[in-house]
């Protein structure tokens, strides 16, 4: 089995619904993995756009969650999840809107790209302090063990 990532929200390469957008109540959609390999540790979720900010002329590559040392025990993060209801032990890191917990798809222009981007690692991290996404893709290197996306796609009404 391999290891995957899914939404019961939207389907691979398909619209993120409004509700999960800034359009909408800007919450998460639901998310469910499984096929993780032996020896995993912990999970890292990123969720960015690396169309920002036109997919004709990207510039770069805008962050809308971070999050780490997701219990190998857990296969899903429900909808709408704050922080309080995270998995035991799993840290938040910071996003592009300089906040932690998720932010959802809001493109100033064309339709966007989202990747859910979910790591297997062979260690749980230190405490990184609401790391960007750069800082835990450098605590990450060398412990990913398999990496599973599922990508949805947006565009403002």
Aim: proline share 11%; charged share 20%; hydrophobic share 40%.
């Amino acid at each position: 089995m391999s290891f995957a990532i899914t939404s019961p929200a939207f389907a691979p390469g398909g619209t993120i619904p409004a509700e999960y957008t800034c359009e909408g109540a800007d919450t998460s959609p639901r998310l469910e993995w499984s096929g993780a390999p032996a020896g995993t540790a912990s999970f890292a979720l990123i969720v960015d756009d690396p169309d920002a900010p036109d997919p004709a002329a990207p510039k770069r590559v805008w962050v809308h969650w971070v999050l780490y040392n997701i219990p190998p025990s857990a296969d899903h993060l429900p909808e709408a999840v704050v922080s309080s209801a995270l998995p035991a032990d799993t840290l938040e890191g910071t996003n592009d809107w300089n906040r932690t917990g998720y932010g959802g798809p809001c493109p100033p222009i064309g339709r966007h790209r989202y990747f859910f981007k979910l790591y297997a690692l062979d260690t749980v991290l230190p405490d990184l302090n609401s790391p960007r996404k750069a800082e835990l893709e450098k605590a990450m290197h060398g412990h990913v063990l398999a990496t599973a996306e599922v990508i949805g796609t947006y565009q403002k009404r």
